[in-house]
């Protein structure tokens, strides 16, 4: 070691951490990257980590499952110690260096505390939960207290969100809304307090992850009156981030299926670009239109699954789907309004069709391919150039020869140039007709550009001792790979 790298290295006197003969740096990397309780440990061992070590610490993401967890957490952030002297024996006053400004993201998994009725014949039971009733709400003072400190906290998840607000005081969810630094945002299992939290927030948030699962086994929506649901879109609760939010993801989010909020009332977030809606009700797209003109990415769940609609091709469409794609089709040209940048599009062959997008997509990824039949209106207005079908087990999804040419030789797949088909076959569907299902599509796509046909069909109880079982198809000029393979597990 040279005298320039000995100079910026801990070293001697012994019963310091400058025995360790590493440069400052890589120790404090070491502290950035290794786990808490490690990292406080190293950071006890001399003055100088001790004083630059939290800095490093408090980069990651702090776990907190406990209360236990949480005052040993909090305290670490307020400390009253005697700081080690150079020799490694005490002798400095006792000295408060705050922490809190140092923290930038929490994780918050502590669940519901258990009731006395729940105990009532655990004697052992009520003993620990008396215990920790202390405990917590020692820890919930301090919590409350600690968080307008944190200046810098910029990512918060927090999970049992309901749960957790409710027994642990209500003044937990207003030092949370408090918080004027989060730029990040993931709350689980939410319910009327997290409601609360969101309308009062002051941050103003770029990521957002809302769900809202409920306390219970009852998600929040199904306990709400249907009448109560367009005060809670979100596009209206999140308003406070309006000029920020880039990314949204709800789950369990429901929205009145008829009532959209005003367009007088209905902030526009010109920021954002990634909406994924995950269990939600039969949509109205205009809503979403008017509030993220610029989007680029949208994924949609309606929570219904395609083979309890009864969408097959030998059935009549179900009246409610026809009606909101009607409605949602009919508003976009009443106010020539629809997305002129949205680039990928992700949902089952029912909802793509409810949505009723007015628009073109390059990349449309198809989940639970009902029928070619429903898919064949909604692809008129998409014109993708790329799109990926999961089609799922054959055995509800009844395809016809007829229904699979009339959506792929019609002007909506016109400009495909790349076409991904996967489905699965059970042992029920062994004597099904695969082949003549398969070459239905060669002269079907025979009019497009396609440049590359991909199709997997993934097969249980599959015998692949013989290797796995594959076949070329000709198509335009191209040779196709056509593949099967076995579902593992």
């Avoid at 006792?94 to 809190?100: G, L, N, S, W």
């Avoid at 391919?369 to 009844?398: C, I, N, Q």
């Avoid at 060669?442 to 599959?462: G, M, V």
């Amino acid at each position: 070691m040279t005298d320039n790298a000995q100079s910026t290295s801990l070293l001697p006197p012994a019963n310091s951490c400058e025995a360790m003969r590493l440069n400052l740096d890589v120790l404090l990397h070491v502290i950035e990257v290794c786990k808490p309780p490690e990292g406080c440990a190293l950071i006890q061992t001399c003055r100088v980590l001790y004083a630059e070590g939290p800095k490093y610490l408090l980069k990651q993401t702090i776990r907190l499952e406990n209360w236990t967890r949480l005052l040993r957490f909090l305290s670490f952030l307020e400390p009253k110690v005697q700081m080690p002297t150079q020799s490694g024996l005490p002798g400095d006053p006792p000295q408060q260096q705050r922490r809190h400004h140092l923290v930038h993201s929490l994780k918050f998994s502590i669940g519901p505390y258990p009731t006395i009725a729940i105990l009532e014949n655990d004697p052992v039971g009520l003993r620990y939960a008396a215990e920790s009733m202390a405990e917590h709400q020692v820890a919930l003072r301090a919590l409350v207290a600690a968080l307008p400190c944190m200046t810098a906290l910029s990512s918060l998840t927090i999970w049992y969100s309901e749960a957790f607000f409710c027994s642990h005081g209500p003044n937990l969810v207003a030092a949370f809304a408090a918080l004027t630094s989060l730029h990040t945002l993931e709350v689980f299992y939410g319910g009327y307090r997290t409601v609360r939290m969101l309308r009062e927030l002051q941050s103003s948030l770029v990521h957002a992850c809302i769900d809202f699962n409920g306390s219970g086994n009852t998600p929040f929506f199904n306990e709400l009156p249907l009448e109560d649901w367009p005060a809670h879109h979100p596009t209206l609760m999140l308003a406070h981030s309006a000029d920020t939010l880039e990314t949204l993801k709800c789950r369990r989010w429901r929205t009145h299926p008829r009532i959209a909020p005003s367009p007088n009332t209905t902030p526009v977030y010109p920021r954002m670009r990634e909406l994924s809606i995950d269990h939600s009700t039969l949509p109205v797209t205009i809503a979403y239109i008017r509030a993220y003109p610029n989007l680029t990415s949208f994924s949609f769940s309606s929570g219904l699954p395609p083979h309890e609609l009864h969408v097959y091709p030998d059935y009549p469409q179900p009246e409610a789907c026809r009606e909101q794609r009607e409605a949602n089709v009919a508003a976009q040209l009443r106010e020539q309004l629809t997305w002129e940048r949205l680039e990928w599009v992700s949902a089952s062959s029912v909802d793509l069709y409810m949505l009723g997008l007015t628009c073109r997509v390059p990349h449309v990824t198809v989940q639970q391919l009902a029928s070619f039949a429903v898919l064949a209106p909604t692809l008129e207005h998409l014109r993708p150039t790329r799109m990926d079908v999961e089609w799922g087990p054959l055995g509800y999804a009844k395809a016809a020869v007829e229904d699979v040419h009339a959506a792929l030789s019609g002007p909506g797949a016109s400009q495909l140039k790349s076409l991904s088909i996967q489905f699965e076959l059970y042992r029920a569907q062994r004597n099904l007709d695969i082949g003549s299902l398969l070459y239905a599509l060669i002269p079907s796509l025979s009019h497009t550009s396609l440049e590359e046909l991909r199709i997997r069909i993934w097969a249980a109880y599959l015998d692949t001792s013989k290797g796995t079982p594959r076949c070329v198809v000709p198509l335009n000029g191209h040779s196709v790979k056509v593949l099967v393979a076995p579902i593992s597990g």
